[in-house]
């Protein structure tokens, strides 16, 4: 018998956690809208408040300053529109729902994949305008972790508001939001283990006066109209909880992916690392092959059964270079990175499963010969 599929793309969509899950089913058995004053309604409302509480807690917030959204995508539009601020600055790595949101003036990165905090300066500096300034915690692609307290310190310095994008962050490293000092934080319950269509914007502020982008009822303190996805919001509240108690979740992933890492290089001595030196989240691992497509890679492993993908799961089925490798001078390799990202239900077994995988097809690839099966994905 055939052995199970390995799922090795938790930066695109983690697997529901078993909490997660439960929590859904039993919002899904309550009839009541958490507008409604009755008692099923209060039972609703408690859900919800119950959630908010969870999110909250596990990024440093008030329970007030949480708004949830239809997930990070959303949360990201709200703040960058809602400061009602013209001036943009975003890092030249931001997600496409960043990038998309507003047109914005870009901060260069470096080689290592961390904002150049000299750049943030000059810009920021060469203009009076209040602006808002987007640099997310953690790379998507890369795993790197950006230096947002000291993108807060000098965004204050010249009046600027931080937002930060922290889908990947969140779960992954401790966030604090009192202490980086950033006003405003997206997250998305599908990286956590929670269900997908569901995220919050997290305000450090409570009574910060945000304009909505959905208007209507008025819902989530005004700040988002629309009556409330219960069933999700259960499900992010039970997967926020889930990660505080994964009391050394992050340091067993770790080892899973510097083993992972340790073993495709042994496999390809030429094997890249993009942003292996610098500071990143524990699960995420950036690696090409010089002179073998990233496509290529990610049809061998997925013919073996291995799944991972090729920069951002929103737009890598483009087949176009990172511009995340592209900002950080990457070249022509850019078009040879795939993206190895570990999760909650991530075991040693699928770690081997993964380097026997691609041994394989980096054995065949270095022969000559390619993979011989032709992609389902492609066929047409």
């Not at 041994?359 to 389902?376: D, F, K, S, Y």
Request: charged content about 20%.
């Amino acid at each position: 018998m055939a052995a199970a599929a390995v799922y090795l793309d938790y930066n695109a969509t983690a697997p529901v956690r078993p909490a997660a899950r439960g929590a859904m089913l039993r919002a899904m058995a309550h009839p009541g809208n958490p507008s409604s004053i009755h008692g099923f309604g209060r039972a609703a409302r408690r859900l919800v408040e119950d959630a908010r509480e969870a999110v909250a807690c596990l990024v440093g917030a008030s329970p007030e300053a949480v708004v949830f959204t239809s997930g990070g995508t959303e949360a990201n539009a709200l703040a960058l529109a809602g400061w009602g601020r013209r001036r943009l600055l975003w890092s030249a790595i931001e997600h496409p729902s960043v990038l998309k949101a507003a047109p914005g003036e870009s901060i260069p990165v470096g080689p290592d994949g961390r904002v150049d905090l000299s750049a943030l300066e000059e810009l920021l500096a060469a203009s009076r305008e209040p602006a808002v300034v987007a640099v997310m915690a953690a790379n998507n692609e890369t795993g790197v972790l950006q230096p947002v307290a000291d993108v807060v310190r000098i965004a204050k310095a010249h009046g600027a508001v931080v937002h930060c994008d922290a889908v990947q962050a969140v779960g992954r490293v401790d966030i604090d939001m009192a202490a980086l000092g950033i006003d405003s934080l997206a997250l998305s319950a599908h990286k956590l283990g929670g269900p997908t269509g569901v995220g919050a914007l997290v305000l450090a502020n409570s009574d910060v006066d945000l304009a909505p982008l959905l208007r209507g009822g008025g819902q989530e303190r005004n700040r988002r109209a629309g009556t409330e996805n219960l069933p999700g919001i259960a499900g992010l509240g039970a997967a926020a909880r889930a990660v505080q108690d994964d009391v050394g979740e992050m340091e067993r992933l770790a080892i899973l992916r510097d083993r992972l890492e340790q073993g495709a290089r042994q496999r390809v001595p030429s094997l890249v690392v993009f942003g292996g030196q610098s500071p990143r989240v524990s699960n995420t691992a950036c690696l090409a092959m010089p002179g073998v497509t990233a496509q290529t890679l990610l049809m061998g492993l997925d013919l073996a059964g291995v799944a991972v993908s090729a920069g951002s799961a929103c737009s890598s089925g483009k087949l176009a270079p990172s511009h995340v490798l592209i900002a950080m001078g990457a070249g022509p390799l850019a078009a040879s990175a795939i993206r190895v990202s570990l999760g909650w239900a991530s075991r040693d077994d699928d770690v081997e499963r993964f380097l026997d995988a691609f041994g394989a097809v980096t054995g065949r690839l270095a022969a000559g010969r390619g993979t011989a099966e032709r992609h389902p994905a492609l066929a047409g």
